[in-house]
């Protein structure tokens, strides 16, 4: 006779093969979003076809465990079906899970973020937290329907967000608890629920966790290849190159990342998602890249960043260039010393052949709102859809 342990275990291995993809387009859907644009961007108007996942951010732990919506009038909004008061029947809109499912889509739920993590910490370090979190991940799959669970701990041993070198091992611990925990509701729904995690694509920070030890028990990592250049540095450089630039540290680049997971860390291909940056970042008083600069420029946003489509809108005395070593373009506004750093479908193509050349799962992509047109074009996402083996 089969132990239930061994009857688990034999339960989740077939649905582990059924949840199988031959590559991965992840998309981003930051929650506080919803109502940019006139709501242009809504549940009902995602290019679900062209998508594999969603990752729904963000929910957020509170320091005893529990979980929290970030924003939880888009989460009423965009997770939960209008009711009608007096019929209890469904009205007015679909909730964004099951439009997803209408098209064989799974929706993970992100928990975190660069702003929310510093609480994990304090829920990793005790074994009643770590359970309480575990339980809370599985209620919010019984109460929306998420398909699995995405954790974007920004980063495990951060001193910044209240990271301890104690945070290497209790992070395996966390992971481990939510896998157990994930893997007990499978036998009860005959679903198998994924489990990944937003790594960080800086070798140093990676050393605040076990890769080898949570690649394990991890389905797969999203390896977040962005943001390696910004306002913060003395000099304007790129956001996302593929390859090293002439200025820039060698561990900097899209494929520095997959090497650092892949080659050092043993991490197999197949687990490594890489990320597409549909947004672009500015630098103010700057006339050409690899130059100081004033910070960021609010000439498309306050914040300093550009959605691909805000800067499809603005052409006007902006010049693109294209750095041949990095394999990214740029554009340069000599005239209002703007420079800004992006992606656009030659970037993204290339970075999806590379992504087909290394055999890695696919790609995420922060954030699927960021190529999203007034007339429902969405040239990125159909570069990487064209490119990569779906």
């Known amino acids: 006779m089969q132990s239930s342990t061994t009857r688990k275990l034999m339960l989740c291995v077939s649905l582990i093969l059924t949840f199988s993809h031959a590559q991965d387009i992840i998309g981003y859907y930051p929650s ?42 888009a989460d009423a909004y965009i997770l939960h079906n209008l009711k009608d008061p007096e019929t209890g029947e469904d009205i007015a809109h679909t909730s964004l899970i099951d439009y997803a499912e209408k098209h064989d889509v799974k929706v993970m739920l992100s928990i975190g973020g660069w702003e929310d993590s510093g ?29 699995g669970i995405d954790i ?19 992070f395996t611990l966390l992971l481990q608890e939510v896998r157990d925990s994930l893997d007990a509701h499978t036998l009860g729904t005959q679903r198998y629920y994924p ?24 389905d797969f990592m999203n390896i977040m290849t962005y943001d390696f250049h910004g306002s913060w540095d003395p000099v304007s450089n790129h956001n996302s190159p593929l390859y090293q630039a002439k200025v820039g540290t060698a561990s900097a680049t899209f494929d520095a990342a997959f090497k650092l997971y ?12 890489l990320g ?61 010393k703007i420079v800004v750093s992006y992606d656009d479908v030659e970037s993204i193509t290339h970075k999806a052949n590379y992504i087909n050349d290394v055999g ?3 790609v995420i992509i922060w954030t699927i709102i960021g190529d999203y047109s007034d007339a429902a074009e969405t040239p990125l996402l159909d570069a990487l859809n064209k490119t990569l083996k779906k």
């Not at 974007?152 to 209790?170: F, I, R, S, V």
């Not at 960021?296 to 550009?306: I, L, Q, R, T, Y």
């Open 360 to 362: 890695a799962r696919g």
């Open 152 to 170: 974007d701990w920004e980063y495990p041993g951060l001193e910044a967000h209240n990271g301890t070198p104690a945070d290497k091992a209790n």
């Open 32 to 73: 506080w979003r919803f109502m940019e644009r006139d709501h242009l961007v809504t549940q009902a108007s995602i290019p679900y076809e062209k998508l594999t996942i969603i990752n729904y951010a963000f929910f957020y732990p509170t320091a005893g465990g529990e979980l929290k919506g970030l924003h939880p009038e």
């Open 195 to 218: 489990l990944s995690f937003a790594a960080t694509a800086s070798p140093s920070v990676a050393k605040g966790f076990d890769v080898r030890a949570v690649a394990e028990i991890l």
């Open 276 to 336: 597409a940056a549909f947004y672009g970042r500015t630098f103010a008083e700057c006339k050409n890249l690899f130059e100081p600069h004033s910070g960021v420029s609010d000439f498309f946003h306050p914040e300093g960043f550009a959605d691909y489509q805000m800067i499809e809108k603005n052409p006007d005395g902006f010049k693109r260039k294209w750095d041949k070593k990095a394999k990214v373009p740029y554009l340069v506004n000599r005239k209002k």
């Open 119 to 147: 609480n994990f910490p304090q829920v990793a370090s005790e074994p009643i937290s770590r359970t309480r979190f575990a339980r809370s991940c599985v209620d919010v799959i019984r109460e929306y329907g998420f398909h």
């Open 262 to 273: 892949h080659e050092e860390y043993g991490v197999p291909a197949e687990k490594i998602n």
